[in-house]
């Protein structure tokens, strides 16, 4: 079970961290990633983690502003968003995979179909 949490409204330029704890599986063997949905739109990647922390990636729009990180001792994994903008208002999802290793986290992690777990989500307001 994956649940997400530290969604609220924020000021545009201010900051915020989101955790998704995960329960019930070896947290440390799964890769997680973050995708979002904005309001009408398609959900989108966002960022990306291996299961040891030593990889990470992110979609070109966050990059430089958001860093995703993992706590394996408290099967936790955050992603903290500064500098933030009303285009990223959005219901952010955690996803977690075992599969995603190697050379498949490098090519695979960004999308959605690689995931098999996802938490509820919660949401993001930026305002202007």
């Known amino acids: 079970q994956l649940q997400a949490s530290g969604g609220g409204l924020v000021q545009a330029g201010g900051s915020l961290r989101l955790s998704c704890a995960v329960s019930?599986?070896?947290?440390?063997?799964?890769?997680m990633g973050w995708f979002r949905q904005a309001p009408g739109r398609e959900r989108e990647f966002a960022a990306a983690?291996?299961?040891?922390?030593?990889?990470?990636k992110y979609a070109d729009s966050v990059k430089g502003r958001f860093t995703i990180s993992r706590d394996n001792a408290k099967n936790t994994v955050y992603l903290q968003m500064n500098s933030l903008k009303p285009e990223d208002t959005a219901v952010y999802y955690c996803?977690?995979?075992?599969?995603?290793?190697?050379?498949?986290?490098?090519?695979?992690?960004?999308?959605?179909?690689?995931?098999?777990?996802w938490g509820q989500g919660t949401l993001v307001t930026v305002s202007s």
């Open positions: 019930g599986r070896t947290f440390s063997n799964y890769a």
């Open positions: 983690i291996t299961w040891s922390g030593g990889s990470t």
């Open positions: 996803a977690a995979d075992f599969t995603l290793r190697g050379s498949r986290w490098l090519t695979q992690s960004p999308f959605e179909a690689s995931y098999d777990y």
